[in-house]
């Protein structure tokens, strides 16, 4: 059975607000922005960006087969002979205008999550817990900010069960407008934690910027919160305040809704046994953590709230493993034997790292516990402290080695013993070579940091560098 077209040619024209150029083609199965990942049939949309403007890859996005384009008045007349093209006053506000139609159109039952922590990888387990009762449409990546979202709603089929949507800030007042284009029936939000501090000012702004999800719930629908976090009272008021007809709660905390009663982990995953709404629930992630499976018991809530069936998505979350660069688990092949490296390069702050530490703490070996951080970024004029803040829960979760990377992680690199001290450089360029030379088989290496201190680029060498060789 041929799938059908996601936009039909005609069928852009009102959403878009669009004069048309050429020849409108009949079906466009995709919508893309970047002609990296473009395929044959998708609708490109020159958006123009901070480094970049999309109307100058119009030209590569029709040589690789694009249907047609989305382009503004002021290019219009220059890329007229390229192909079909819609030609809007603003492009970005033409996807968003698509986005909304995409909402519009579909019956879907929808959730959308942020967090300061957790957000993309809750994401992938509602993603995965819904996929199995129903066609499910989600984020790709994290793409939750004032672009991602409307792409991201312009590429759900209308034909989709579920939709699956994260939302991301740095300052107030994002989330508002990208929850109001999603009009989600259940909002979630996984915990609060001092991330983008530097741009809101304290913890307690933080939490009311995110609470700004509960804004664009559907009537009647519900708002999940994590129920352990200080911050719970301001989550609360804010879901009071919505259009919410249920206020729910996941944690440790005895009034959650959805309880954690315990979480045993090995370096195969997680058993989890919880209370949700008073009924036991046991299920195994196959990924270690205490936060991935609190998290899980938001998951399991969403799922409920949404119609779908609560045991048979517990049992699907056996498949659930951590995301590239949010605790991904990879063997490194070393001369003489094997290596572990946990990758959580993508992004980090005081929380995520705790929870990291805990996860190199827990993981088995025969060798050294390696911890590679860079600068966790954002944190305001408390960043020193709270980088020199790490040594104790390194020393707590047994970590043998610490090698650190910039200027803010210089603190907490001062604050180590001087036999847990590895190397330290003002870049993560600096700290590859003694990194590689201190590891041994056996060991288990975690890498961690904000994106901007690159320690990603580590991740990627080592992994093609010492890759077990195929048998």
């Given at each position: 059975?041929?799938?059908?077209?996601?936009?039909?040619?005609?069928?852009?024209?009102?959403?878009?607000?669009?004069?048309?150029?050429?020849?409108?083609?009949?079906?466009?199965?995709?919508?893309?922005?970047?002609?990296?990942?473009?395929?044959?049939?998708?609708?490109?949309?020159?958006?123009?960006?901070?480094?970049?403007?999309?109307?100058?890859?119009?030209?590569?996005?029709?040589?690789?087969?694009?249907?047609?384009?989305?382009?503004?008045?002021?290019?219009?007349?220059a890329l007229g002979g390229k192909g079909p093209l819609y030609v809007v006053e603003d492009t970005l506000r033409a996807m968003e205008r698509l986005g909304r139609a995409a909402r519009e159109r579909t019956s879907?039952?929808?959730?959308?999550?942020?967090?300061?922590?957790?957000?993309?990888?809750?994401?992938?387990?509602?993603?995965?817990?819904?996929?199995?009762?129903?066609?499910?449409?989600?984020?790709?990546?994290?793409?939750?900010?004032?672009?991602?979202?409307?792409?991201?709603?312009?590429?759900?089929?209308?034909?989709?069960?579920?939709?699956?949507?994260?939302?991301?800030?740095?300052?107030?007042?994002?989330?508002?407008?990208?929850?109001?284009?999603?009009?989600?029936?259940?909002?979630?939000?996984?915990?609060?934690?001092?991330?983008?501090?530097?741009?809101?000012?304290?913890?307690?702004?933080?939490?009311?910027?995110?609470?700004?999800?509960?804004?664009?719930?559907?009537?009647?629908?519900?708002?999940?919160?994590?129920?352990?976090?200080?911050?719970?009272?301001?989550?609360?008021?804010?879901?009071?305040?919505?259009?919410?007809?249920?206020?729910?709660?996941?944690?440790?905390?005895?009034?959650?809704?959805?309880?954690?009663?315990?979480?045993?982990?090995?370096?195969?995953?997680?058993?989890?046994?919880?209370?949700?709404?008073?009924?036991?629930?046991?299920?195994?992630?196959?990924?270690?953590?205490?936060?991935?499976?609190?998290?899980?018991?938001?998951?399991?809530?969403?799922?409920?709230?949404?119609?779908?069936?609560?045991?048979?998505?517990?049992?699907?979350?056996?498949?659930?493993?951590?995301?590239?660069?949010?605790?991904?688990?990879?063997?490194?092949?070393?001369?003489?034997?094997?290596?572990?490296?946990?990758?959580?390069?993508?992004?980090?702050?005081?929380?995520?790292?705790?929870?990291?530490?805990?996860?190199?703490?827990?993981?088995?070996?025969?060798?050294?516990?390696?911890?590679?951080?860079?600068?966790?970024?954002?944190?305001?004029?408390?960043?020193?402290?709270?980088?020199?803040?790490?040594?104790?829960?390194?020393?707590?979760?047994?970590?043998?080695?610490?090698?650190?990377?910039?200027?803010?992680?210089?603190?907490?690199?001062?604050?180590?013993?001087?036999?847990?001290?590895?190397?330290?450089?003002?870049?993560?360029?600096?700290?590859?070579?003694?990194?590689?030379?201190?590891?041994?088989?056996?060991?288990?290496?975690?890498?961690?940091?904000?994106?901007?201190?690159?320690?990603?680029?580590?991740?990627?060498?080592?992994?093609?560098?010492?890759?077990?060789?195929?048998?």
């Amino acid at each position: 059975m041929t799938a059908a077209p996601l936009w039909t040619g005609s069928g852009l024209v009102a959403p878009l607000k669009a004069q048309v150029l050429g020849q409108v083609p009949s079906a466009m199965t995709g919508v893309s922005i970047d002609t990296r990942t473009l395929t044959a049939g998708d609708l490109f949309v020159a958006i123009k960006g901070d480094a970049s403007d999309g109307h100058d890859y119009v030209g590569t996005a029709f040589e690789k087969g694009a249907a047609a384009a989305i382009v503004d008045e002021a290019h219009a007349s220059a890329l007229g002979g390229k192909g079909p093209l819609y030609v809007v006053e603003d492009t970005l506000r033409a996807m968003e205008r698509l986005g909304r139609a995409a909402r519009e159109r579909t019956s879907a039952r929808i959730v959308a999550v942020t967090g300061s922590v957790g957000k993309t990888g809750t994401k992938e387990a509602l993603r995965l817990a819904l996929g199995a009762q129903g066609p499910t449409h989600a984020s790709v990546a994290s793409y939750n900010n004032h672009w991602g979202v409307p792409l991201t709603l312009s590429r759900m089929p209308q034909e989709s069960v579920f939709g699956v949507f994260e939302i991301g800030m740095n300052h107030a007042g994002e989330i508002t407008p990208l929850v109001a284009m999603v009009r989600p029936h259940v909002a979630l939000i996984t915990t609060i934690a001092p991330v983008h501090i530097e741009n809101l000012g304290s913890i307690e702004a933080i939490a009311h910027a995110k609470a700004e999800i509960f804004s664009g719930i559907e009537p009647g629908g519900a708002a999940i919160m994590n129920r352990d976090v200080a911050q719970f009272g301001i989550l609360e008021s804010a879901a009071k305040a919505s259009r919410a007809g249920k206020l729910l709660s996941f944690g440790e905390h005895a009034a959650a809704d959805a309880r954690l009663i315990s979480c045993d982990s090995d370096d195969g995953g997680s058993a989890v046994v919880a209370e949700i709404f008073g009924k036991r629930v046991a299920f195994r992630l196959a990924a270690p953590g205490r936060h991935l499976a609190m998290n899980a018991l938001g998951v399991l809530l969403t799922v409920q709230e949404l119609g779908a069936d609560l045991e048979a998505a517990a049992a699907s979350l056996g498949g659930f493993s951590a995301p590239v660069g949010r605790g991904q688990r990879v063997t490194l092949a070393l001369p003489g034997g094997e290596a572990l490296l946990i990758d959580e390069s993508y992004n980090a702050n005081p929380t995520s790292m705790r929870a990291a530490f805990a996860l190199l703490g827990s993981a088995s070996t025969s060798g050294k516990r390696i911890a590679a951080l860079g600068d966790m970024l954002e944190l305001g004029p408390d960043g020193p402290q709270m980088h020199a803040g790490l040594a104790e829960p390194l020393a707590a979760n047994g970590v043998d080695l610490v090698f650190c990377a910039g200027p803010l992680m210089k603190h907490l690199f001062d604050a180590l013993p001087a036999a847990k001290r590895g190397h330290w450089a003002y870049n993560s360029a600096g700290i590859e070579a003694a990194l590689r030379a201190a590891l041994a088989p056996g060991d288990v290496v975690m890498i961690k940091g904000s994106n901007g201190s690159r320690m990603g680029p580590i991740v990627t060498r080592l992994k093609q560098d010492f890759a077990p060789q195929a048998r």
